[in-house]
DNA sequence: CGCCCAGTTGAAATCCGTCAAAGATGGTGG
DNA sequence: CCACCATCTTTGACGGATTTCAACTGGGCG
């Protein structure tokens, strides 16, 4: 869904893997639609504590964060050369944005629910699920996919350490659940995978 | 901050304590700004799992949740008798609308940092300090107050059991860092529970 | 070809959750 | 006014899931 917002687009730009779109603190100045490539957000606290709040592919919106103070909040980064559509803000989006940002809200709870009160393997097994669902919904095979982010991303993300990620990950292999080589995920048995998640 | 939005209010309503303002599922149809009296929010998922979100007070925004699908996606709970203004949807406040919008993501991804990267001491030590910082901002002692919540909803919140959160206050006043008798907290030695959750 | 970063794996320590029981509080009705 | 009950809170013991620390392996890129 590349969606009504790209025509707002004034200009693009391109970054390279590993740099930032924007870092926290920078002033606000405009929104961010992913047109190809991957991006990671992430929140520092002033004590160099930090963690990955989110990842973003082609189609989403990055930037939301510095509305409210006309600073950035996050810092995107991106985990491969990716393009973007600058969009200056305000354009008149202001319904489609509302959506977008109550969205992202309602997005960020769920995450909260899976950080706070479910298992290690149960989160794993979550975002492997919603990572394959919105590769689905973009076109790609929902079963084989290359992850984007490194063990160590995706453990901040899940609050969880890289250690545990890998264990996890080499658990669900031994068990015929998926293949992973490197960063290759093959999944093989999505209906236990989705067990995992959600334990009646 | 009873704010701008006060005056788009059309009319009022009272919950009483444990009683629901919206549940999750509800028709979307108007925002809350809390006036009086204290809420809670929380997720479900189909099997039951739960858990808290967010604590509003007065000043604070309810609702934003149901903007993106037209339902509520989250269900906010009175903590005792409480009084909202009610603010039907779409009125023109687009521009702070979209303030506190991104300023709740913001806190969100806050939360995130502290549910994934942080010690169950720390994460009390920042909810506290926190609570204690948004009460004095609306002219309340924040070295003294009481808790509107029982042990389990700020376990919930911080993604820890009941009884851990009842340990950890325990630890806290045996160090003489804080007073806790019930709900009633006195914050005693606050550069030391700043320490605990900023540790350099 | 070799360095370096990413990933894997092991062993030990520990934090926290679970289960269980007892103590406190506040509201309600007799 | 008091007794009783439901709910909330505290505390203890125990076990298990994760983290921590550490060593080793393997690709990718210069």
Same mark, same amino acid.
């Given at each position: 869904?590349?969606?009504?917002?790209?025509?707002?687009?004034?200009?693009? +730009?391109?970054?390279?893997? &590993?740099?930032?779109?924007?870092?926290? &603190?920078?002033?606000?100045?405009?929104l961010y639609g992913v047109?190809?490539?991957?991006?990671?957000?992430?929140?520092?606290? !002033?004590?160099? +504590?930090?963690?990955?709040?989110?990842?973003?592919?082609? &189609?989403d919106l990055l930037g939301l964060d510095g509305i409210g103070a006309g600073r950035y909040q996050l810092t995107a980064t991106a985990l491969e050369d990716s393009v973007v559509a600058v969009m200056p803000y305000?354009?008149?989006?202001?319904?489609?944005?509302?959506?977008?940002?109550s969205r992202e809200i309602v997005r960020e709870h769920r995450l909260m629910l899976l950080l706070g009160s479910m298992h290690a393997e149960q989160?794993?097994?979550?975002?492997?699920?919603?990572?394959? %669902? %919105?590769?689905?919904?973009? !076109?790609y095979s929902p079963l084989e996919f290359?992850? +984007?982010?490194?063990?160590?991303? #995706?453990?901040?993300?899940?609050?969880?350490t890289l250690e545990t990620v890998s264990r996890l990950f080499s658990r669900l292999q031994e068990q015929g #659940?998926?293949?992973i080589r490197q960063r290759r995920v093959r999944l093989i048995d #999505?209906?236990?995978?989705?067990? #995992?998640?959600e334990p009646a």
């Open positions: 869904m590349p969606s009504a917002f790209d025509k707002l687009a004034s200009t693009r +730009r391109h970054v390279r893997s &590993g740099g930032p779109l924007f870092s926290a &603190g920078d002033p606000f100045g405009s047109q190809g490539g991957f991006f990671k957000t992430s929140v520092v606290d !002033g004590e160099g +504590r930090w963690q990955v709040t989110g990842f973003y592919m082609a &189609g305000p354009p008149d989006l202001q319904c489609e944005l509302h959506r977008m940002l989160r794993l097994a979550v975002f492997l699920l919603n990572l394959s %669902r %919105r590769l689905q919904r973009r !076109g290359h992850l +984007r982010m490194t063990r160590a991303d #995706i453990g901040s993300y899940l609050g969880m #659940i998926l293949e #999505i209906d236990r995978l989705r067990a #995992i998640a």
